[in-house]
T-cell receptor, first 112, second 110 residues
Framework: DTAVSQTPKYLVTQMGNDKSIKCEQN?????MYWYKQDSKKFLKIMFS???????INETVPNRFSPKSPDKAHLNLHINSLELGDSAVYFC???????????FGQGTRLTVV | GENVEQHPSTLSVQEGDSAVIKCTYS??????FPWYKQELGKRPQLIID?????GEKKDQRIAVTLNKTAKHFSLHITETQPEDSAVYFC?????????FGTGTRLQVFP
């Protein structure tokens, strides 16, 4: 059983399009995150949700809109895609403060 | 905001040698420090973590040390093997989020 799963694994799309990435965790965790990993492998937090409520938005452009329909799901919708959005996006979840974060397998987004 | 510095960015060692990766954090309120390993094309996975009430923790060939006064923590891998080759990230839990270091690419040559 996959603890944190995200779909799709690969996404190739043209500039200006809108796309979504879905994430689900079956660990019963209250906290979920989105991270962006760029070509230099830097892992940067984008959003943090706790029990469906937005806790952190790390100055991400408002073209990125996370949505948490319930605490097991955190989806990421991106409008008007730009070349610089190309990266691997990781969803993660944790039990709460100061606990291990479990990562999904990542979604490699390529904007052409 | 909180900042985590990690060194070196790349590290090459011979199989059987030891590898040490160092991190520095800025906020003295931080008290949870995990280390993640990311193999090529895979997700980051926790390999060891340490909390601020402990100075050292060991798990087989991997150990982590923490110096809260100096705000340093380090990962030590002994008797390295080719399968240890990966990117390693330190992290610091601060203000409701995990903040990652910039990563160290470790290559272990047979």
């Amino acid at each position: 059983d996959t603890a944190v799963s995200q779909t799709p694994k690969y996404l190739v799309t043209q500039m200006g399009n809108d796309k979504s990435i879905k994430c689900e965790q079956n660990l019963g965790h209250d906290t979920m995150y989105w991270y962006k990993q760029d070509s230099k492998k830097f892992l940067k937090i984008m959003f943090s949700y706790n029990n469906k409520e937005l806790i952190i938005n790390e100055t991400v452009p408002n073209r990125f809109s996370p949505k948490s329909p319930d605490k097991a799901h955190l989806n990421l919708h991106i409008n008007s895609l730009e070349l610089g959005d190309s990266a691997v996006y990781f969803c993660a979840s944790s039990l709460g403060d100061n606990t291990e974060a479990f990562f999904g397998q990542g979604t490699r987004l390529t904007v052409v | 905001g909180e900042n985590v510095e990690q060194h070196p960015s790349t590290l090459s060692v011979q199989e059987g040698d030891s590898a040490v990766i160092k991190c520095t954090y800025s906020d003295s309120a931080s008290n949870y420090f995990p280390w993640y390993k990311q193999e090529l094309g895979k997700r980051p996975q926790l390999i060891i973590d340490i909390r601020s009430n402990v100075g050292e923790k060991k798990d087989q060939r991997i150990a982590v040390t923490l110096n809260k006064t100096a705000k340093h923590f380090s990962l030590h891998i002994t008797e390295t093997q080719p399968e240890d080759s990966a990117v390693y990230f330190c992290a610091d839990y601060n203000t409701d989020k995990l903040i990652f270091g910039t990563g160290t690419r470790l290559q272990v040559f047979p």
